[in-house]
């Protein structure tokens, strides 16, 4: 039986020891492989043009491209279908870099000083297309997005094809709640609520997780605080 080739990372960081630490941990593990480093967000859209990788961990404040900027042209210049998950790093919970970032498609955020077991737990739940952010942070980051965006009225469209069940799922899934935690609300089994996310998704054309609850949110499903 022939092993799956590792997964690619690329690493955007402005700090050469920062990406030589996260390097060292990543390289050290066989299904996992450091192909492309960047200095800048400017260097990381260029090198990527080029090259196809699985993952990038994505600082967010750099000289010349802030990650931000540079998530966003990441996966607009990506092929359809190939476009990376971005990690964003950064040094602080919660703050308005990471907002951007998410917005921007990234498909969620660490904190630098994240234990090693960590990030490479989160890359491995990015590539299957799941949230890097805890389910007990998504509702807080989610309402922060959304009391900070303009006020204007929501279109619910998007919401029509998903079923009553679908929409129960993905109320509970704004809501911070695990798959398991889904399934234990709705008494159904674990296999269950991860087709029903999967269906939500494609549904709604959101690339993870994180960006099926940001659609909740802003289409009025669920509100903040509520």
Do not use: C, W
């Not at 066989?30 to 600082?59: C, K, N, T, W, Y």
């Not at 234990?115 to 491995?124: D, G, H, K, S, T």
């Amino acid at each position: 039986m022939t092993a799956s080739a590792p997964l690619r990372i690329a690493l955007v960081d402005d700090q050469p020891l920062v990406r030589a630490g996260f390097a060292m941990v990543i390289d050290s593990q066989p299904d996992l492989e450091v192909v492309l480093q960047a200095d800048d967000g400017a260097a990381a859209v260029e090198a990527l043009a080029a090259r196809s990788v699985d993952v990038v961990l994505m600082d967010v404040r750099m000289p010349r491209m802030d990650g931000i900027e540079a998530s966003a042209r990441i996966l607009a210049q990506a092929p359809e279908g190939r476009a990376p998950r971005i990690i964003v790093l950064t040094t602080f919970d919660l703050d308005d870099y990471v907002v951007a970032a998410i917005r921007a498609g990234a498909s969620g955020f660490m904190l630098k000083d994240s234990q090693p077991e960590e990030l490479l737990a989160a890359i491995r739940t990015v590539h299957r297309g799941d949230a890097v952010i805890a389910p007990s942070a998504t509702r807080r980051l989610m309402e922060q997005m959304v009391t900070s965006a303009p006020a204007v009225e929501p279109d619910t469209s998007v919401l029509d094809s998903l079923t009553e069940r679908e929409r129960e799922v993905l109320v509970l899934m704004a809501r911070g709640f695990s798959n398991t935690e889904i399934g234990a609300e709705l008494f159904v089994a674990e296999a269950t609520v991860k087709t029903h996310v999967g269906r939500v998704l494609s549904k709604l054309g959101a690339r993870d997780r994180v960006h099926a609850v940001i659609t909740a949110f802003e289409t009025g499903l669920v509100r903040p605080g509520s």
